[in-house]
């Protein structure tokens, strides 16, 4: 392990950009979601007025280039449409030919029926509209959730590769890191074990730590290396002058604690 100033530095950087990375993750989808909305909308309006309005062209020009199939009789004046019962006789003929020799049937109508086929294949195109436009919306919100995946996989790698970087120094690492003197034990916190770390606090809000229990009604038990940031008290403490190593495995902890709440996130 390097030295402890190194090992600081280092692990604050690599903390800071998995932060900002995460960071990063929490405005990429909510920027690219929104942008998605908009995007989705605009493409709609016009996916869905470019749809009615072909529709209606291609029904038009379909109808009006299409010359449907009428009757007539050996003797009648009248075409019809096919099934009329006044077709005792049917001979096929076209519309537009018809129209111009004999007059439309009052019973049967023909010409209604012509515009009734226009309308009945208009809504079936229209239907087939809707169908494509639910479609359409489908397609383009997997296409959305799949870039903000892709996006969140790419820098869940990359924190990964970070992570990785990061190494927790065991306690003999700390002790050497911090310069602790040989004979003093860490437990698993870090904290050196022993009566000359054990402090007390009167609450979280005090500015002072005192050395013996319920001085100033001082009743939390705490270590030393937690409290750094309160002064000694004038009254019971031994001495004022913190050693320069608590106050590395201070930082330290403090530092170890940062990269396990990363971790665990
Ligand atoms: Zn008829
Ligand atoms: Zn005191």
């Known amino acids: 392990m390097q030295d402890f100033d190194s090992y600081i530095n280092a692990t604050k950087q690599t903390i800071n950009k998995i932060d900002l990375m995460k960071k990063e993750q929490i405005k990429y989808r909510n920027t690219q ?22 529709t209606f062209l291609f029904n038009y020009l379909f109808f009006k280039n299409n ?4 009757y007539i009789t050996n003797t009648g004046e009248c075409y019809h449409a096919d099934g009329c019962r006044y077709l005792y006789s049917s001979i096929p003929i076209a519309l ?32 087939v509209c809707i169908v494509l436009l639910i479609l359409i919306k489908y397609i383009l919100n997997k296409y959305e959730d799949k870039q903000i995946d892709d996006f969140n996989l790419k820098t869940d790698n990359e924190i990964l590769n ?62 030393i290396i937690d409290v750094l940031d309160k002064r000694s008290c004038e009254k019971c403490s031994k001495n004022n002058d913190v050693d320069e190593w608590i106050k590395k495995l201070s930082i330290l902890k403090k530092q170890i604690n940062n990269i396990k709440n990363i971790l665990n996130n």
């Open 67 to 70: 010359d449907p199939v009428v």
């Open 162 to 223: 970070l992570i990785k970087l990061i190494k927790i120094p065991t306690q003999e690492e700390a002790k050497a890191l911090c310069n602790v003197p040989d004979n003093i034990v860490l437990d698993k916190d870090y904290n050196p074990i022993g009566d000359d770390f054990t402090v007390y606090y009167s609450s979280n809000s005090s500015k002072v730590y005192h050395c013996s229990k319920n001085c100033s009604s001082a009743y939390y038990k705490s270590n």
């Open 33 to 54: 979601s929104d942008k998605f909305s908009k995007y989705n909308k605009i493409v709609y309006v016009v996916l869905a007025i470019l749809l009615v309005v072909f």
């Open 96 to 127: 537009s030919e018809a129209k111009t020799r004999y007059r439309a049937c009052s019973i049967c109508n023909p010409n209604v029926t012509a515009s009734n086929n226009y309308w009945a294949a208009f809504f079936i195109s229209l239907a």
